[in-house]
């Protein structure tokens, strides 16, 4: 049984893994959206780090991480992110991938929903797609995980000279992969 959209308003607007549209290999996001690729690390013991932005902790289950790094991403939105209005939320573990999808739109009685409140944040996004592809097709969060095991970190991608040159390395080969059309 589904959530009606009108308890819900954003249910009608959220879709996970649509192949049709979405390639399983890395792509930029499409114009006006934005792109959280999750990915986790974990060193021992039991030092980890989450990513698209890196957040160095302490934890052993790998699965807990890349939810963490999905929660964690509400303390880094900025105004130009929620201007965007459209977001897709892509890692390799199917399995955190469909948790939001399934707690949310399983939950009949959203007010007992606690994953609600921890998603709450996506409220702003006009669409929100949950998309999971192979492990080496995220390469770009694998990157910033293990960076993370570093130290935490924020990188603005429109400052060219704050990244790391073997992160720009990394997004201009995924890049230039891909099939001009």
Known sequence: MSIQPQLFPICQNWDINQHYVLSKNWYPPPTDWIKLNVDASLMQPNLASIAAYGKKLFQWDISLLELIAVFYFKNVIQDWIIDKKRIIIEGDNVNIIKLPW????????????????HFSFLEVFKNVIFHCVSRENNRVADFCSHQ??????????????????????????ECDSLPIT
């Open 148 to 173: 993370a095991l570093l130290g935490d970190f924020i990188w603005d991608v429109f400052v060219e000279d704050v990244l790391p040159s073997s992160f720009v390395d990394l997004i201009r080969k």
């Open 102 to 117: 399934n707690s949310i739109m399983k939950t009949k009685d959203l007010n007992k929903n606690i994953h609600r409140l």
